[in-house]
């Protein structure tokens, strides 16, 4: 009886391994009958996805170039002949984009097609486009071009919310002028504020990549392992620190993209003034300073460094040294919170802040007016 079940035992365990054994081979069946072939690996699945939607962008510009120092001239000969010293030229430039859908729109970064003249859109099949600039918006660096062409191969976009450092991330694009271009690297960071980086004339917040961006493909899209543009590729750390590169998320470039095509331009709401950062440590710092003639509230906020003249801070009464604590009820412990309440305000309507001035918390109504200069 004991040799009967030491017996079934085994073939029991016999059945499970028959079992496992097939579950595998069903799987890698599977594999393979999806696979074009073994050989190639996620990156070039995800490329043949949204490889052919890439596009080159050259644009030309003319400009007055200086030949020699007019001043060397005859005055006599200058008033007869004119000033020969400067010479209308033609200033070329390169970038890449991404079609975004079937009816030819392509985006790209605002400093690629930024004041240019004459746009001229490559598409992967080698087919050369003219481009028409639909907007452009500085403040996020986008840019929507217009083709007129059938051809249908349009990028499928992603989702920047889902993404997590260290997931795969793949930079398509025309560096230096090499087309169809591909790079690999992961998500270094999120959520970078490019204030950080040195623009202080942006509101940003970009995906940073180790994936390879170079000049060129700036305007060209990063997508993640399935083939989904995630990113708009914009610009590159040099010098120390080189290596790292910096995406636009692709919610965000959906978002102004729509505005772009209808109204031209996007408007962002704007207070005038020019913020520092404070916590206690920096206000503790400052107060025992025996030179210091005004003492900080020792705690986290946006600090008003200066306000612009005729600004609606101006108008609204804000002063350097106030202490911005919270806006529209929510609270405020550093520049970059208070600029992201400021972007989803509207226009000439009022904007709530709660200021400390004096060590006493006050309220004050202020309406945000469009960002001016940005043409």
């Avoid at 598409?123 to 071009?145: E, K, R, W």
């Avoid at 107060?287 to 946006?302: W, Y």
């Avoid at 008003?304 to 604590?325: F, Y």
Wanted: glycine fraction near 8%; hydrophobic fraction near 40%; charged fraction near 20%.
């Amino acid at each position: 009886m004991r040799f009967f079940n030491i017996k079934f035992v085994k073939l029991i365990q016999i059945f499970f391994i028959i079992c496992f054994c097939l579950v595998n081979l069903l799987q890698k069946t599977e594999v393979l009958a999806l696979s074009p072939s073994v050989n190639h690996n996620f990156v070039s699945y995800a490329v043949k996805n949204v490889g052919p939607a890439v596009v080159k962008i050259d644009t030309e510009k003319l400009v007055e170039r200086q030949q020699f120092d007019p001043t060397l001239l005859d005055p006599l000969l200058r008033d007869l002949l004119g000033d020969p010293g400067i010479k209308p030229d033609r200033e070329r430039g390169q970038g890449s984009g991404v079609l975004i859908n079937e009816n030819g729109l392509v985006l790209t970064n605002a400093h690629v097609v930024d004041r240019v003249d004459d746009v001229s859109v490559t598409l992967a099949d080698g087919t050369i486009c003219n481009g028409q600039v639909m907007g452009s918006d500085v403040v996020t660096d986008l840019a929507l071009v217009k083709i007129e062409s059938n051809y249908s191969n349009y990028a499928p976009l992603g989702n920047s919310e889902d993404l997590e450092v260290g997931d795969w991330a793949i930079a398509l694009g025309t560096p230096y002028g090499l087309e169809k271009t591909v790079t690999l690297g992961i998500i270094s960071s999120l959520h970078r504020d490019i204030n950080s980086l040195g623009f202080s004339d942006k509101r940003l917040d970009l995906i940073q990549t180790d994936a390879a961006i170079n000049p060129g493909n700036s305007g060209g899209p990063l997508i993640n392992s399935s083939g989904e543009v995630i990113g708009i590729n914009t610009l590159v750390r040099s010098g120390p620190g080189a290596g790292l590169g910096f995406a636009i998320p692709i919610n965000l470039a959906k978002n102004v993209s729509e505005q772009l095509l209808e109204n031209g331009e996007v408007i962002h709401p704007y207070l005038g003034v020019q913020l520092i950062s404070l916590n206690p440590k920096i206000a503790k710092e400052h107060n025992q300073d025996p030179n210091s003639i005004v003492q900080l509230p020792e705690r986290n906020g946006a600090l008003i460094q200066s306000v612009i003249p005729n600004s609606p801070a101006e108008k609204a009464g804000l002063r350097r040294g106030d202490l911005v604590i919270a806006a529209e009820n929510i609270l405020i412990e550093e520049p970059k919170a208070l600029l992201d309440e400021v972007e989803k305000a509207q226009i000439g309507k009022v904007f709530l802040l709660n200021v400390l001035r004096d060590n006493k918390e006050i309220q004050i109504n202020i309406k945000p007016e469009p960002l001016p200069g940005l043409t």
